[in-house]
């Protein structure tokens, strides 16, 4: 057969077409990994009912023991540490999607081409998120369906919600880089490691007063905690409250906290995959 | 392409990864349209080399050119006119093949259309049409390979490196490859293959550069390599294993060179130069020492003898084989 040889298009020269490049090719990224999902529609609804199924576990299971500050409703008070707490577990999606393209040469295989190089890591930040929006939904809903209701309007809850993207945003950044450095998707059980205790360790579903001294004091200042609180005072929810600093300024620390992470973990992902080439 | 009529162009690159020295004065020169070779052990530097030759690694010194564009200073311009194909096939194991080749395409920027015809096209090519829509998952080892070589040939690029592309595979898989790359040498591609089997190198390059510790040491075509070491190979197969210590100084007289012992397999083998009297020779003087010999038999070396003799270790041990001289 003849096969015609595609001719290769002129490389970008202006910024904008540069900047069009870079979209372009982010978005075949991100394409690729959508079209995961439509490859795995199994493993998708799995990853969005495992946290529904928490919930009811925690709503109907233990809630009945559970006394709840000012005499609130437990699922009221449940529904803002699981929001936050779907969006922490996400690490781990990035972190194995990550490593396991470094891992089979696939990375290498991009760097090899022609493409933005920004492309690779914006796609993969891009598809992550949509899938973060796409499990926040479900869980509102099963919130919803439970009997979890916003009360402050819907400008909060918005706020609120883009608290959470936010915190899963920093995080993201935190999954990109373990995976540029660990470069083996089996090392997800370290990750696991470091976001369990990050989602346990906070105020979702004990208070920091109860626990030891020490404790507490890590729980109060968890980057989760302050993401929990805040969403919990913008969605009218019950919560802990608190005397320490950082319980009375929950709402600034949800915003530091994944602004500090991102000054933090941004940069460091953007110099180890340059540094991937040394 | 380089003015000099040379696909690739390596000048003393050197890279150091703590304290071993991967690369050290690698210096490689492939002519245009032609396939090189790169034969060595396992941590001899293949790797490192393509990949700095492939802009995905920066020298620490030296420099290189490929299709004429210097890898460090203008790698954007060389990564359009190379194709890559890795130790690991660097797919998505998820999408399909079909997906794979346009989602490379899209990358290179071809446009929807074009980037769909195009991955239409190679499967035909590579025997791919009927389990494009497949994910990649469910492959053989050998069609993975096949699509990775679909992958890395998008823009047809006129210099194409091969890492080990058949390492892993089974017999049948390796034949698929081999063909394929048969294949597009016979359309004009540059290929520099790296191969740790003597086997691979024999069959699929013209030139071959035997590199160890970070350098190339020998180069030349399969045969110019061969008869560098000396030639012809007298192998002998003896009754009893005993006899070997003489059959070994016996062949070592007549030959005038260093003979290879084999205890358990009784096997003794000398390099000669003029074979057809060394050989008469060496079957009269074994009969007159009462050496019985069970099998006598002339032949050119093997390239892991060549290896051997080159490098002081066979291909693909790590360790020194210890007392043969280079």
């Known amino acids: ?278 | 392409m380089g003015s000099t009529g040379h696909a690739i162009v390596a000048e003393g690159l050197r890279k150091r990864y703590g304290d071993t020295e991967a690369l050290a004065g690698f210096d490689l020169a492939v002519p245009e349209g032609t396939v090189c070779g790169l034969l060595g052990p396992n941590g001899a530097g293949k790797t490192t080399a393509v990949r700095v030759l492939t802009t995905l690694l920066r020298p620490d010194a030296g420099r290189a050119e490929v299709a004429g564009f210097d890898v460090v200073r203008r790698p954007e311009q060389a990564r359009y006119r190379i194709g890559l194909v890795g130790q690991h096939a660097a797919l998505d194991e998820v999408l399909s093949g079909r997906q794979n080749l346009v989602m490379f395409g899209r990358l290179y920027h071809l446009g929807a259309a074009r980037a769909r015809r195009r991955a239409d096209e190679l499967l035909e090519r590579f025997g791919l049409a009927d389990t494009g829509d497949k994910p990649v998952e469910r492959y053989s080892g050998g069609m993975r390979r096949r699509l990775d070589l679909a992958a890395s040939l998008i823009l047809a690029p006129p210099v194409l490196f091969l890492d080990e592309p058949t390492t892993g595979l089974d017999p049948r898989g390796r034949d698929e490859v081999w063909q394929a790359v048969t294949s597009l040498v016979a359309g004009g591609t540059t290929v520099l293959l790296t191969t740790q089997y003597l086997e691979e190198a024999d069959r699929l390059a013209g030139t071959i550069c035997v590199m160890d510790a970070g350098r190339v040491i020998a180069e030349g075509s399969p045969e110019e390599l061969k008869s560098a070491i000396g030639g012809d190979q007298i192998d002998l197969v003896l009754r009893d294993a005993g006899q070997a210590g003489a059959a070994a100084a016996i062949a070592e007289r007549i030959a005038g060179a260093r003979a290879e012992r084999d205890q358990e397999d009784r096997r003794v083998c000398v390099p000669v130069r003029d074979r057809v009297t060394a050989l008469t020779e060496m079957v009269r003087a074994l009969d007159d020492a009462g050496v019985q010999v069970e099998d006598i038999a002339l032949r050119r070396p093997t390239l892991d003898e060549v290896f051997l003799r080159l490098t002081g270790h066979r291909a693909g041990a790590s360790e020194p084989a210890g007392e043969v001289a280079a």
């Open chain 1, 1 to 278: 057969m003849t096969i015609t040889t595609p001719a290769a298009p002129a490389p970008p020269r202006t910024m904008a077409s540069r900047l069009r490049w870079a979209l372009a090719d982010g978005w075949t990224i991100t394409h690729r990994d959508l079209s995961h999902w439509a490859r795995r529609p199994a493993q998708v609804i799995v990853g969005l009912l495992f946290p529904v199924m928490v919930v009811l576990m925690f709503a109907y299971l233990f809630g009945g023991g559970m006394a709840i500050p000012g005499g609130g409703d437990y699922r009221e008070f449940l529904m803002p540490g699981m929001f936050a707490m779907t969006m922490v577990f996400g690490v781990e999606a990035t972190f194995t999607a990550v490593s396991a393209d470094i891992a089979k040469g696939v990375t290498d295989r991009f760097r090899s081409l022609s493409m933005a190089p920004s492309a690779v890591v914006v796609g993969r930040c891009a598809a992550d998120l949509l899938n973060s929006v796409l499990g926040l939904a479900v869980m509102i809903a099963c919130g919803l369906a439970v009997g979890w209701r916003w009360h402050e309007g819907p400008g909060p809850a918005l706020a609120a919600v883009g608290l959470l993207l936010l915190l899963r945003f920093a995080l993201l950044w935190v999954g990109v880089y373990l995976g540029l450095v660990m470069n083996n998707p089996e090392a997800v059980m370290a990750v696991q490691i470091l976001v369990w205790p990050l989602a346990f360790l906070s105020n979702t579903f004990a208070s920091p007063a109860t626990m030891p001294g020490w404790l507490g004091a890590i729980a109060e200042w968890n980057p989760m905690s302050a993401t929990v609180s805040a969403t919990r005072e913008l969605f009218g929810n019950p919560g802990w409250g608190g005397d320490s600093w950082a319980a009375q300024n929950a709402p600034f620390l949800a915003l530091a906290w994944p602004l500090l992470l991102l000054v933090v973990f941004f940069p460091l992902s953007v110099r180890r995959y340059r540094t991937l080439g040394r």
